[in-house]
Structures are given as C-alpha cells and as structure tokens.
C-alpha cells in the first residue's frame, strides 16, 4: 500500500462483531492501491444526535429500526472524527462493497475542496435524474453527474471537511434514514455529486441494516394524510431542484 499524496484517509464502517464480512473485505484488498482502516460502526444515536419521533412517523410511518440508527450514527461520527481532528478529506466505505482501488487511490489524491466538490457519490441504490457536470474526471469516459432525488445508499462517498460540517447540521436532528436525509440536497444545499459509472460496486450479502424496515412499510402501504402531504411536498421540492439544476444553478 502506498500513501497518497494528497492526504485523505479511507474508513471503512463495520461492526466489531462482523468478522466474516470484515475477513471478506480485508482479502478483497488485501492488494489496495491506498491504506484503509476500519471505524467502529455504531448501534446507536450518541452525543449530538437528536431523534425527533414525530417527523420520523411523519416521513416514514414507522420508527426507525435500530439497524437505521446505528447505520445513521456511525457515518455522523465518521464527520464528526473529521471535524474534531481536521481532516481535509476522507473516503467512507461500508464493509459489503467491491472498490476499483486503483480509481480510488487517484481519487484520495485529488484535492476536491479545489474543485468545489464537497461531496462525492462513489455509489447509489436508485437510478433517478442526473445531468452531467464535469466529463473525463481523473480517466476518460468517467464523469461528475449531479443527482436529484433519492438515489438512496451510504456505501461509498468521498467528503471533504467543508462537506462534513454540512451534514453535521443538517443531520444533527433524525427525522429519516441517514441516505434518504443526505439525498435532500434541496434542504440543506449540499449539492448530490455522483461518478458514473461508479467505482464502487456492492457486494450480494444480507443487509446489515435488516430487512424488517421494508416489511413494515408493506404493512403500512396506505399512507395517513400527513405522510402523504409529506411525500407531495417533496415531489414540488425535486420537480424545482430538477428545473434549477438543468438552469445550470
């Protein structure tokens, strides 16, 4: 493994006791172009988290589950570790994922404060709208998009500090899952960079997270009238952040 020269440390978000999962990744890169290290996923919100139990039922008809929370508090500490010590930029990785390490180790030295880019998706769950930014980013044929929408998934991220402090406040307060919060670039003005195609791709194994948040949301397939006016607010929200991104603002 070689050091990058521009520095940015890659964490990779797993449970202490995902042994199997972390033997798994550890052998996937065991040839990594760039050092990595685990971070200690969280199984609950901590200090600086807030859970705010009506706009949760609100938004999603349920609690969230406990899997969500500790999936939600873990990459909060990750910017809240960038925020206490500094660090300029970091590349967050979930343990279930497959990395192109050599994209990867050109990206950790690329300077993305310098090129406005405070947050950049190495993944996404959902196809949605996108318009083109930036083309032939670090290779040929790989381009900045900028998305609107859900597109949903944590997996992979690049995040410099002035990203992180973004989020930090605009997700100190849990009102939804943490993907769904950071895709809200209409709200909190983080602007939803992705690359495509993707370096990143996830692995085929169970969720960590648990499957029993989409049972429950089959249970509850008809929404009460505050979650549905919830959801058409939305809807106006991405139709105007569609109309100003294809603007160019």
């Not at 202490?16 to 290290?37: G, I, M, N, V």
């Not at 948040?213 to 929404?223: H, P, V």
Request: glycine share 6%.
């Amino acid at each position: 493994m070689t050091q990058s020269a521009f520095p940015c440390p890659v964490v990779v978000i797993s449970m202490t006791s995902a042994e199997k999962r972390r033997a798994a990744f550890a052998a996937r890169a065991r040839d990594a172009a760039l050092p990595w290290r685990f971070f200690d996923a969280c199984t609950r919100p901590g200090e600086g988290l807030t859970y705010d139990t009506e706009a949760v039922e609100r938004n999603k008809g349920r609690p969230l589950t406990q899997g969500e929370l500790g999936c939600y508090a873990s990459h909060f500490s990750v910017w809240q570790e960038m925020d206490r010590q500094g660090i300029a930029q970091c590349i967050v990785l979930e343990d279930d994922v497959i990395v192109d390490w050599a994209f990867l180790a050109g990206l950790a030295a690329t300077n993305l404060e310098a090129l406005n880019v405070p947050y950049l998706r190495l993944y996404s769950k959902v196809p949605t709208f996108s318009r083109v930014v930036s083309r032939n980013f670090l290779q040929h044929s790989r381009s900045i998009v900028e998305l609107v929408g859900h597109p949903y998934g944590t997996q992979a991220y690049a995040i410099t500090l002035k990203g992180a402090r973004a989020f930090l406040e605009a997700c100190a307060t849990i009102r939804r899952p943490i993907d769904d919060q950071m895709d809200r670039s209409w709200e909190h003005g983080v602007r939803n960079l992705a690359l495509f195609p993707a370096p990143v791709i996830e692995e085929f194994v169970p969720s960590g997270i648990g499957s029993e948040r989409f049972a429950t949301a089959r249970a509850r397939a008809y929404l009460a009238p505050r979650q549905r006016l919830a959801r058409w607010i939305d809807r106006q929200r991405i139709r105007f952040k569609k109309l100003s991104v294809l603007r160019g603002h």
